[in-house]
Structure formats: C-alpha cells, structure tokens
C-alpha cells in the first residue's frame, strides 16, 4: 500500500500542459473481498474505508453512474476509469508527456509560466518561471496567445517531435511535444547550480549547470527548490544534500511554494535524511488517525552515508497558499525535530493585483492547511481505482493543521509577492535580505 499527501491546484483558471500532479495513494483490493460489480465495488470500499462516510450522501446511488457517485466525494477524492487510473500512476512516477509548463492566463497579458517541470522541453529550452509568453509560430504562422484556449490549442496542434516557437516580449524558445522522464528539484549556489537531466538508460542524474547560479546568495547557504512528492524526488533530494555537505554549506534555504504534495514515501525518504543524523532514536514523520479511531505511525525513513543533513544546519523554508499536504508534513517533520522555527518560514502575502485576478479563489499569507490523507483503492476486476479521504494527520508533535494552515499566527515571516511566481523571484531575494539581516 502506497500513501499520499496532496492537495488540488486551487485557480480554476490555472492550465497545465502536462498530466494532472494531484494524485493518491495506492491501497490494492485483496483477493478476499468478492464485488459483484464496479458498482458495488465502489459503494463498499466508500462505506469502509472514506473517513467521511458519515456525511456522504447515499441517497439514489442506485441510479448513479460512478463518477457521479465520485462526485459526491469531498474534494480530495475522486473515482478513475481504469485508463485514467493508468495514465495518473504514469506521470506521478514521473513518465510525461508534453512541453512541460504550468501557466496562469491573465487577460490582456498573454500566458504567465507559473511552474517550469523540471527535465521537460520546455525547461531544455530555457523558459523560467515569470516569463509571459505572447504568442506562438509554426512555420510563418503566428497565433496570438488572448485566450488560454489559444495557448493550448497551438501547443497541442503541433504533432510530437514537431518544433514549434513559444515568445516572449523579449525571446523566442524553440520547443517540442516529448515524452520526458520528469526531474523535482535542483539546487544552486552563489557560484552554481545542479540540475537533474536524462541519461542513456532512461533514469536521471545530476549536472552542473553555473548558468543557474544565484548570485545574491549567502556563502554558507544553498537554495532548493522541491517541486513534488513524486517520481525519483526523494534520490534526488539525496543527491543534492551529498553535494550540499561536500561544499560545506551551513544553511538550508528549502522552497516549497506551489508544493501541493505527493507521495507519502517520499516524504519519509525525504524527512529521513534529517532525522536520521539525530542521537534520539524518534523518527515518527507523521500520525494518521482513521475513522474508526485506529492510530498508525509513520516513520521517516533511515538514511546512513553523507547525505544527511547535520542537526546544526540552519533550514529556512519558503511557502505559500498552494503550499499543501506531504510539503504541510514535511514542515511538520523539520518543526518537531527542531530543524525548523516558525519565524524561519516564510510565506507568501499576495500582491491586490494578483488577489483581483484570483477573484476570491486565492487566500494569502497562509500555507493550504491540508492534513489529511488519501488512499486510492484499485478493483482489479476492471483496472477501476478510487482515491479517497482516509486519515487525519497529525505532526510529530500532534499539531494538526487541516483547514488551519501556517500563518503569522504561528511565529512565520510573512514576505511580500508580486504573483505565485516573478521572473527575477523578488521574494527569494527579500527572504535572502531578512535572513542576512538576522
């Protein structure tokens, strides 16, 4: 059985050119459970596993198709077709398709880039977080981008392999459809920057690359940027705090804005190479306590070797409101372990022109406040599967955060944002300033 943490993209004006990144866990039916149908297969894991059951409405599920029958789940929960089901375990192990963006279209703009998937073509071919693109060109054909159905429709008109142009004010990028294997994270330095990029046997492996270096960096620190609880993020995590300890930095600057979780394994292999470096032989990384009152522990994972972090490193964390679930647990973990003080996260306080475009679906100066978590049950009679809410969870210290979140109430930094995502990152620089400051 595999566990998630994780939270849906909040906007509904948000777009992604690649397949959806909220998923759940994988709780496989056993052989002793006999359903005469997918109906009845899904009615009975709902009424013994959803930690809501009490609440949902039964009313008529005769009549129902099944995912009306989903629909009737909370928000986190949801019923897959067998090929659905397929297609999100592909992508959440980092197998995918596309050019790799997750955009924002602002009226009158053209297409923000909110998140740039790492080891995409889209990254391959230098388009950053903050760009605005305006347009597209194939050939001598051009396509202005006025609405987001514009922006996909070009993108997905062009056959895989096929180049094609996305521009900025400023730049042209030359890009193409592929199938990529997806990297989570990076990290630079003042002087340089490591990224994860494919190798010839299909997995990935970390390259320098300076070009990506952050000047205004502090000399002790290094900055890491966590995407996702998915795919290969935990070795990679891994990877970069060896190089992290080779180059003897002392602070950690962790960004996990616009996190909205993952896998729950992955968060304890991540949780892990802080834990593991304590004397104290503790290392719950989370409680779940489920409907019927049943409490289990879930522990970080022991990691041995230089990649440990050391318990007198200094871990700053960078959040926001799409801050959310396995990225909430993991603050948890560095929290109760006293890696992490609240006054060392800061979060992110929207800018009213960002506020105005969200239209009320955006809260600010908060993280999301998802604790609890998903298990996705799989009939494999028809490959069916459906995730549902299962557990609340707490941190190691039993503070619960579900539909709480992080905020000043807490003791966290508040720092001021243009947007979810700026060109030059202001907000890193303005938390590097309070850090250098203190």
């Given at each position: ?45 709902i ?5 809501f ?38 992508d ?6 596309g ?7 602002i ?62 004010a ?35 492996a ?169 298990s ?63």
């Amino acid at each position: 059985m595999v566990k998630t943490c994780n939270s849906r993209l909040k906007l509904i004006r948000f777009f992604a050119l690649v397949a959806a990144v909220v998923f759940a866990a994988i709780a496989l039916v056993s052989g002793c459970t006999y359903y005469k149908d997918s109906k009845s297969w899904l009615l009975g894991t709902i009424e013994k596993n959803y930690y809501f059951y009490d609440d949902f409405d039964t009313s008529g599920v005769e009549d129902l198709s099944l995912k009306e029958i989903g629909a009737r789940l909370d928000k986190y929960s949801e019923y897959y077709t067998a090929e659905e089901f397929e297609a999100e375990m592909s992508d959440n192990e980092g197998h995918k398709s596309g050019i790799g963006l997750y955009t924002n279209f602002i009226d009158g703009k053209g297409i923000y880039v909110v998140q740039v998937v790492g080891n995409s073509p889209a990254d391959m071919a230098g388009i950053t977080a903050g760009d605005l693109l305006i347009s597209g060109k194939r050939g001598e054909q051009v396509t202005k981008f006025e609405t987001a159905n514009n922006f996909s429709d070009f993108v997905l008109s062009n056959a895989t392999g096929e180049k094609f142009v996305l521009s900025t004010a400023e730049k042209d990028f030359t890009v193409s459809r592929e199938e990529y294997t997806s990297s989570y994270t990076y990290m630079a330095t003042n002087k340089t920057a490591w990224e994860f990029t494919s190798t010839a046997d299909g997995g990935l492996a970390p390259k320098e690359n300076p070009s990506k270096a952050r000047s205004y960096l502090p000399d002790d620190a290094a900055y890491i940027n966590l995407s996702q609880f998915f795919g290969t993020a935990g070795g990679e995590m891994g990877a970069l705090f060896e190089k992290f300890n080779a180059a003897n930095k002392k602070s950690l600057i962790l960004d996990l804005r616009n996190n909205g979780g993952g896998y729950v394994s992955v968060m304890q292999d991540i949780a892990g190479y802080f834990t593991s470096s304590l004397s104290s032989k503790s290392s719950v990384a989370m409680t779940c306590e489920y409907r019927n009152g049943r409490k289990q522990l879930w522990h970080a994972i022991k990691h041995t070797g230089n990649s440990l972090i050391p318990t007198d490193t200094k871990v700053y964390v960078l959040a926001n409101s799409g801050t959310a679930s396995a990225s909430e647990a993991l603050i948890g973990v560095l929290v109760s372990y006293d890696f992490l003080k609240y006054e060392n996260i800061f979060i992110s306080d929207y800018s009213d022109e960002y506020l105005e475009w969200a239209g009320g679906e955006e809260k600010t100066a908060q993280t999301y406040g998802k604790g609890i978590m998903q298990s996705t049950f799989r009939y494999y009679s028809t490959g069916e599967a459906v995730k549902l809410t299962t557990a609340k969870i707490k941190w190691p210290n039993d503070k619960c955060i579900h539909d709480v979140a992080l905020s000043k109430a807490d003791g966290c930094t508040i720092v001021p944002a243009a947007w979810t995502a700026t060109k030059n990152d202001e907000e890193l620089q303005t938390v590097i300033d309070i850090i250098n400051a203190r």
